[in-house]
């Protein structure tokens, strides 16, 4: 597996698997199969509500703990008074840790930039130097919050994971991360189907010229951009095959084909957007 170096040493793969919206009872054999298959890095979170599957699934799969990268993600904390924050991060991470059933993680993000994620951040400091997690990082943030961040702390976040599809291709916010050091990591990489993206006019050619999926150019496309991708489906023929995605490259022409996709604005919604701030900030996952 094809790896990138973070801004502290640490090997990350490219490609892994991710669980968002896959159901607890579907979790487990949905990672084994992805084990199976060849992914090593698996991405979960507490919000998402199946992180014990996830560890079961580890647990059952017989791979050397050493050879997997884990990342799971802190919801939302009600600071509460002074201090709490922190304590509450830090009682978080155990319980992730707990419900994995793992000893440490590779990495560990904030999964939304709201509350008082300067108190998580701190928090996450201490676990990331006490060597609880291998690198920490940050999900969703925009660049100027994610600057915020860098310049007010002492640890620059590892990771941003943000949404990054062929719709909404963040070029800007990847020039950013390039220049302070932070990994762009893509969720969502394939629009959850929509705009008709696994039948698309531009894409399917660049598909059916390579003999490939529409999904494997995609990720295909992200890696060559060094951008991380953890793509997820349920289906095994589509987990094996969103692996298989080593044995090709795009040509430059196909990259700036792919480029005027780009829409310049989130399918899903807008982090900046105050229903949308009101809604997740309300909302408590541990």
């Given at each position: 597996?094809?790896?990138?170096?973070?801004?502290?040493?640490?090997?990350?793969?490219?490609?892994?698997?991710?669980?968002?919206?896959?159901?607890?009872?579907?979790?487990?054999?949905?990672?084994?199969?992805?084990?199976?298959?060849?992914?090593?890095?698996?991405?979960?979170a507490?919000?998402y509500?199946?992180?014990?599957a996830?560890?079961?699934?580890?647990?059952?799969?017989?791979?050397?703990?050493?050879?997997?990268?884990?990342?799971?993600?802190?919801?939302?904390?009600?600071s509460?008074?002074?201090?709490?924050?922190?304590?509450?991060?830090?009682?978080?991470?155990?319980?992730?840790?707990?419900?994995?059933?793992?000893?440490?993680?590779?990495?560990?993000?904030?999964?939304?930039?709201?509350?008082?994620?300067?108190?998580?951040?701190?928090?996450?400091e201490?676990?990331?130097?006490?060597?609880?997690?291998?690198a920490?990082?940050?999900?969703?943030?925009?660049?100027?919050?994610?600057?915020?961040?860098?310049?007010?702390?002492?640890?620059?976040?590892?990771?941003?994971?943000?949404?990054?599809?062929p719709?909404?291709?963040?070029?800007?916010?990847?020039?950013?991360?390039?220049?302070?050091?932070?990994?762009?990591?893509?969720?969502?990489?394939?629009?959850?189907?929509?705009?008709?993206?696994?039948?698309?006019?531009?894409l399917?050619?660049?598909?059916?010229?390579?003999?490939?999926?529409?999904?494997?150019?995609?990720?295909?496309?992200?890696?060559?951009?060094?951008?991380?991708?953890?793509?997820?489906?349920?289906?095994?023929?589509?987990?094996?095959?969103?692996?298989?995605?080593?044995?090709?490259?795009?040509?430059?022409?196909?990259?700036?084909?792919?480029?005027g996709?780009?829409?310049?604005?989130?399918?899903?919604?807008?982090?900046?957007?105050?229903?949308?701030?009101?809604?997740?900030?309300?909302?408590?996952?541990?």
């Amino acid at each position: 597996m094809q790896t990138v170096t973070l801004n502290n040493g640490v090997e990350m793969p490219v490609l892994g698997y991710g669980v968002y919206q896959v159901p607890a009872d579907e979790t487990e054999w949905a990672v084994a199969a992805a084990l199976e298959a060849g992914y090593r890095l698996l991405d979960t979170a507490a919000a998402y509500g199946n992180e014990e599957a996830v560890g079961r699934a580890i647990a059952g799969s017989g791979i050397p703990r050493s050879e997997l990268f884990v990342t799971t993600k802190l919801w939302i904390q009600d600071s509460g008074p002074a201090g709490a924050g922190e304590k509450r991060t830090a009682h978080a991470f155990e319980s992730s840790l707990a419900r994995l059933g793992l000893d440490y993680l590779d990495l560990y993000l904030i999964h939304q930039p709201y509350g008082d994620y300067y108190s998580e951040w701190r928090a996450m400091e201490r676990i990331y130097r006490d060597g609880d997690a291998r690198a920490i990082g940050v999900s969703n943030f925009h660049p100027d919050r994610l600057v915020d961040l860098i310049v007010n702390n002492e640890i620059v976040p590892a990771v941003n994971q943000i949404e990054t599809h062929p719709f909404h291709q963040r070029a800007e916010d990847h020039a950013l991360m390039v220049e302070h050091g932070v990994q762009h990591e893509s969720w969502g990489p394939f629009a959850e189907g929509k705009n008709g993206i696994f039948t698309h006019p531009v894409l399917a050619p660049i598909a059916q010229a390579r003999g490939k999926s529409v999904a494997q150019v995609v990720l295909r496309w992200l890696i060559q951009s060094d951008v991380v991708v953890i793509p997820k489906s349920v289906t095994p023929e589509r987990i094996r095959q969103n692996i298989d995605v080593f044995d090709f490259e795009l040509t430059p022409g196909e990259l700036e084909t792919i480029a005027g996709l780009d829409q310049g604005g989130s399918l899903f919604f807008d982090h900046r957007n105050p229903t949308m701030v009101a809604r997740l900030g309300s909302r408590r996952a541990d």
